[in-house]
């Protein structure tokens, strides 16, 4: 692909859009002085959160290291430094949401979602009110419906449908249409009855711009609900009363910012980070004075009142609407630093960011929608498109050329080994979810009963996608931005053979030409135990075999105060750990460069142990001996975190199945097992590495350091090491005897960053390698195979005392493709 004629395509086409002719600075110059750190990234998840530019945190830093202030709270000169900067910061807000302050009043709060936790909390709900919410909303906008449903209220989803086309004499109002959902009650004081609801007020609550689909909503609506919500809602009951509206404007505010001079909304909120990056943690609620007088709030606190006794039941709020919500001391320091950023947005100006944005997200959707697979079949199904309008936002999905889609974590995984930082799931937006994706209440049940929540792994449930992937662009995002992203899916999952089986292991690419074609008898070459999950292990010479394994193989796990269980991928320190057993002794020792003292643990004593509990991983359930604080305290400094070493006491181990009857992510579920990911054994052979090597060399692949990436067998953490043979032998094996000891192949182990992960001089490199390269020719449906996972089958004709050695050979059968 020529990106340089694909930019003047692009150019001819939204030339006058792209790029800020008239700014200051254009696209080009901004990205080379005030974002030199992205390099070689490609950020394309605006929509999650936007960048920071240089000169602004300069000019940030710059103001906090010249100027002193103080909590607002105060009458001191520095005091009225924090407050004047506050005035200020407050009505650039309402400027830049075009409200009057004598409409509008601006409250801080620590983000967009505690915002809507505000409205949800002080509205005056009652068993006469509604809570109306378009199908696309943010859980955190969902979420004020536990507040209206516990007030007796009434609380139900609508569809919004616009006409896209208007005849002369029709207003945008009469191009609006509103679908109800089930009406949902929990208090049957809460029954309407005919002429009560005319005191009662309502909320009606919409995005700007869906963060799913990237779709914009009509401001329209707002006039529309609070004029004709009788008409809108038809027959229903429920459209009387008095209704106010509020504007979750989080996604779309960056580039089209509600106008409340024209759209007087009751209440608008969004986060700074999503306009310029920084800071965290701050944002506001826009509330329409007359609206405020309405709220009704229990709490008060410093800051919000006048005067309070403490030993009576007496005190006076503030009657200034922002001094009357702002509990406690304001982030003044946060507020200062929002001057800065709203400069870059008054340079460049919001209409210029939205066009720029949206001819690159036009550009994408063209390409994305235009790809094809060698038989024909399109590659992308996008969400949003019927809609007249959209933000820089496209979500999508992609099929294989037999009609079976790729998973979203496979095509994040890809990504990020290409440098490109995207979203995938359901972007906290349940109702966009699962109207795009078309997944009916069963379906979302049936995959909750499965074991799906948010953030997990399970991108396909029942052969259908359970979330999708987005890119979305900001203000400094590029041309070559685009151009890598449609490349990285041109190459990676349009297929142009024919024959697309090439995605299947029997097909995968052949080995490096010249790697050893030597004769076909393997052998035992290595055995590693690894005692604690994602610590370092040991080799031994021989070592014997139980029911779940090999002997202590991951028998204990380290855990954080919160209960999750730690490993490399979030704590890569923890490779640093080095374990050995003694077996004559009966101990295993441990070491690690943060601790001065060696710590010793008695395998077969409970000296060091103090309970037992019992906890699920993986979809099994292990009963699980805890240690004595001294333990506790070790690994803690060991890893720099505080944590807690728990032992499998094997006695209650067993597979936990779903309702459902899915086993989960556990490949093996029918063996017993210790805290392991998929199976017992992980088997790699050394002519597999040595191809692997090979393509990384004649890649160029290189380090940090700029050396060339080799990898060793034990970056991949196996249990067993074979040598012999062709590379990739072991795909084929599905039995294998190993010194008169039976094993089953379940198949290849699909890798993760965690291979990436390189210890080396005392710091922990996180590289792109080799997970890169595997992925160029080890990818089968939707993973990156290498090597293979083993269950040993430990029948009554094993002897109960077996061990495997070093040097046994191993005999293998069932080597059909």
Known sequence: ????????????????????????????????????????????????????????????????????????????????????????ARQQVLNFFNASPREYSCIFTSGATSALKLVGETFPWSSQSSFMYSVENHNSVLGIREYALSKGAAAFAVDIEESTHLGESESPKSNLKLTQHHVQRRSECGELKEGTTGNAYNLFAFPSECNFSGRKFDPYLVKVIKEESERILGSSQYGRGCWLVLIDAAKGCATDPADLSKFKADFVVFSFYKLFGYPTGLGALIVRNDAAKLMKKTYFSGGTVAAAIADIDFFKRREGVEEFFEDGTISFLSIAAIQHGFRIMNMLTTSSISRHTASLAAYVRNKLLALKHENGEFVCT????????????????????????YGYREVEKLATLAGIQLRTGCFCNPGACAKYLGL????????????????????????????????SFGYMSTFEDVMKFVNFVENNFVILSSNWSAFHLSSISPPVEGIGKAAARHFLTSITVYPIKSCAGFSANQWPLTSTGLLYDREWILKSTTGEILTQKKVPEMCYITTLIDLNLGKLFLESPRCKEKLQIELKSNSLATGRDEMDIQNHRYEVRSYNNEVDIWFSNAIGRPCTLLRNSGSQSYSCINKNGSPGMCRDVGAKLNFVNEAQFLLVSEESIADLNSRLKSNGRKSTGGQAVQVGAMRFRPNLVASGGEPYAEDRWRHLNIGGKYFTSLGGCNRCQMININPEAGEVQRLSEPLATLAGYRRAKGKILFGILLRYENNTKTKSDAWLRVGEQIFSNGDSN
């Open 1 to 88: 692909m020529n990106t340089e004629s694909d930019k003047e395509q692009f150019l001819k086409e939204f030339g006058s859009d792209y790029g800020y002719p008239n700014a200051p600075k254009n696209i080009d110059e901004i990205r080379a002085t005030e974002f030199k750190r992205l390099n070689s990234t490609v950020y394309l998840d605006h929509a999650g959160a936007t960048l920071y530019s240089e000169s602004q945190m300069e000019a940030i830093f710059k103001d906090l290291n010249t100027t002193v202030y103080g909590n607002p709270h105060s009458q001191s000169s520095c005091s009225l430094a924090s407050e004047d900067i506050v005035a200020k």
């Open 382 to 405: 996008l969400y949003g498109l019927l809609s007249s309008e959209m933000g820089p936002t496209v979500s999508f999905n992609m099929k294989r050329p037999d009609g079976t889609w």
């Open 440 to 471: 009916s209440h069963l379906d979302l049940l049936s995959n909750i009963e499965a074991g799906h929540v948010c953030w997990d792994d399970r991108d396909m449930l029942h052969g259908k996608p359970t979330g999708a992937i987005r890119v």
